[in-house]
């Protein structure tokens, strides 16, 4: 679940980006109020090329064709490094609209040197937008204040029939030299081209990442060039992994030649880790403010854990996530005894606090840098720019029993480590955010930066149980009550729900998880508890109702046994089309249910359907119907074991769906006796 407690280090979500761009349109289109065009025939060359190149037939549903990708990076001797930017788009249907809306990032170490826009319409003349048509904003609304902007430029008649393209150029001095190009979009891209120059004597590494590596062409002293051709477009699917896991791009390490004592940094996770302990290291002070409050949270506790659950506890409730993020600030963590007495903070200035309170207690921890969608981490391109979150590695005492300590690790340096967020205020201590689990993190230690894996939970520490009593009336209707267990990922997720919304909104919730079932289902009374207690169970009561859910036929009455629940991936079963991306899961989970029918009167049982059992690396799938004389009771239990499905297993997944959606639709066949009908 990605949720607004996540947040960012200095570095935009490229696409958290994308999908604003509606809600931009909408914007810039109020502000601007069909601008008029700034000049007439000034459209440069090389957008007139890509606009009469030739191109292949496309699919009937694409809304638009990228023509050019073009990056050209050149670094100065100073380290100053600008950046060029080229895109052209032909639209080609409604959908595509959105590519004539230019948004460009900016900060107070990241210069926008101009931006310019151009249109070339299926008829009449073509045109040129200007920046100061543009309309600026920020970048990101969870911040209290930050440094970063975006300038947001409309080009009109973005219609189908039309070329749009724009330039812009950005200055930066980047604190890590590592540079992304990204050349795969949501629409195909007919030509890309990526060109680098550095200083003499300067070195680089490239790093290829969901693309076969390409050699370049030498193009001057020190400068090199990639190009690629006809890159199909990344399809957007339910359950897909990031945008940004999926998509080809070329990561770039460049750095100036090592001095003769071997010194320098040659862009190793090592080095990014050193650059960062040292950015962080200040803010950790343990001072005797954090001090005192450190030793008023743990009075009483007489066990290191519990010391430590307990300053692990009030940082997570009780420092409210704010972001304030100015220049190195989108990296840097403001001084723990500053978090400490305003009471807030966005991930890295809570991660801080807890390290310096640990601190203060004689418990060590370590930045771990994440990011936030799983599987955009690689460990192939070490590189700053992937990292948009910060958590903690909390040494945890050797005598500590393993109980609830799901995320505790054996690290070959550090010793028994656990794995914790404190900026997610509903997962429980021990756990992890489900997004986080199976992904790439930056252990930042003494000796540097060490990339390790977070642990994925299993599924019996992510439990859906539910236990249901529903009476049939001769009429086909039917009233139950259900009581559902949830701890783990299902807690949590479902306690960031209600929890997010004002108590009178929490029924519309839980009336939505009944209508999966059936639309006909009526919630006629619901209790929640444990929904303030992240650590323990979250239980849920509710009593339903459902007219004419059996159907009459004759002296027959056709009922399904699994009354209550769906299984959501089931959607994703689409055998009139093929998939293009793996499947990933939110967790690894186990769910069971367990159903009693109570039958109507005169009634018996005439035909069970067969029992269900599906086994697989990554799943299973059990289900049984059994029946006395008057009790028909249905059994199941569902459990994903991974959270990535592959493309090569793609086909058996979807069997798997089958199956289950085949179990969920079946019914008992009932017989009335003759007296039921009369």
């Not at 003349?125 to 920046?131: A, F, I, L, T």
Request: proline share 6%.
């Amino acid at each position: 679940m990605k949720n607004k407690w996540f947040c960012r280090l200095k570095q935009p979500n490229r696409l958290r980006l994308v999908r604003r761009l509606v809600a931009i349109l909408i914007l810039t289109s109020a502000a601007l109020g069909g601008a008029e065009a700034a000049a007439w025939g000034s459209t440069p060359d090389w957008l007139r090329s890509a606009a009469v190149a030739a191109l292949p037939k496309y699919p009937e549903e694409t809304n638009a064709v990228q023509l050019l990708n073009e990056q050209t990076t050149t670094v100065g001797a100073n380290g100053q490094v600008v950046t060029r930017y080229r895109r052209a788009y032909r639209i080609l249907r409604p959908g595509g609209r959105s590519f004539g809306v230019v948004t460009v990032h900016f900060d107070s170490e990241t210069s926008l040197t101009y931006l310019r826009a151009w249109c070339i319409p299926p008829t009449g003349k073509d045109y040129e937008v200007r920046e100061k048509d543009a309309v600026e904003t920020a970048l990101d609304d969870d911040s209290l204040y930050a440094d970063e902007r975006q300038k947001v430029l409309r080009i009109p008649d973005s219609e189908p029939g039309s070329v749009v393209g724009y330039e812009y150029e950005q200055r930066r001095r980047p604190a890590i030299l590592h540079d992304t190009w990204w050349f795969q979009e949501e629409v195909p891209v007919r030509q890309a081209r990526y060109e680098l120059a550095l200083p003499p004597s300067w070195e680089y590494r490239s790093f290829w990442l969901n693309r076969a590596p390409q050699e370049p062409q030498q193009t001057g002293q020190n400068s090199w060039s990639w190009e690629l051709q006809d890159i199909p477009p990344i399809e957007n699917e339910p359950a897909m992994p990031a945008w940004e896991a999926l998509a080809g791009r070329l990561g770039i390490n460049y750095y100036p030649p090592q001095n003769p004592s071997g010194g320098g940094s040659r862009g190793s996770w090592k080095d990014i880790g050193v650059w960062y302990s040292r950015l962080a290291s200040a803010a950790r002070e343990d001072t005797p403010e954090i001090r005192q409050k450190a030793s008023e949270l743990t009075a009483g506790q007489t066990t290191a854990l519990s010391k430590i659950q307990a300053l692990a506890g009030f940082v997570q409730s009780n420092i409210r996530y704010v972001a304030i993020e100015i220049g190195i600030g989108g990296y840097q963590p403001h001084p723990a005894s500053v978090t400490l007495a305003s009471r807030y903070g966005d991930c890295k200035d809570k991660a801080t606090l807890l390290a310096a309170m640990l601190q203060g207690i004689g418990i060590k921890s370590w930045y771990v840098l994440v990011n936030s969608e799983r599987g955009v981490v690689s460990p192939d391109f070490p590189t700053l720019l992937d990292f948009d979150h910060v958590i903690l590695a909390v040494q945890i005492p050797s005598e500590a029993s393993q109980a609830g300590l799901w995320t505790r690790v054996e690290h070959k340096q550090l010793g028994s480590i656990l794995f914790f967020d404190p900026t997610d205020p509903f997962v429980p201590f021990g756990y992890l955010p489900e997004s986080l689990q199976d992904s790439y993190g930056l252990l930042v230690n003494d000796d540097g930066g060490d990339l390790v894996k977070l642990p994925l939970l299993a599924p019996a520490l992510n439990r859906l149980v539910r236990f249901a009593k529903v009476t049939l009336k001769a009429d086909g209707s039917v009233s139950g009550d259900v009581t559902e267990l949830r701890w783990g990922a299902p807690a949590s997720e479902l306690r960031a729900r209600l929890l997010s919304v004002p108590e009178v909104e929490r029924q519309r919730i839980l009336e939505s998880l009944l209508s999966s079932s059936s639309g006909a289902f009526a919630l006629a009374g619901s209790r929640v508890e444990g929904l303030d207690q992240i650590e323990g169970n979250l239980t849920i009561y509710y009593r339903f109702t459902a007219a004419n859910y059996a159907q009459l036929a004759g002296d027959l009455l056709l009922v399904r046994p699994h009354v209550v629940g769906k299984n959501e991936e089931e959607t994703l079963d689409t055998p009139d089309k093929v998939r293009k991306n793996p499947v990933q899961f939110r967790s690894a989970v186990l769910e069971s249910e367990s159903l009693e029918i109570q039958l109507p009167e005169g009634y018996q049982v005439d035909e069970l359907p067969p029992a269900t059992q599906v086994e697989s690396g990554l799943w299973s799938y059990r289900s049984k119907v059994e029946a006395t004389s008057n009790v028909v009771e249905y059994k199941r239990i569902y459990q994903i074991k991974g959270v990535l499905v592959p493309k090569a297993s793609l086909s058996e997944l979807m069997r798997l769906y089958r199956q289950v959606a085949s179990d969920e639709r079946a019914s008992v066949v009932l017989r009335g006796s003759a007296i039921v009908h009369q």
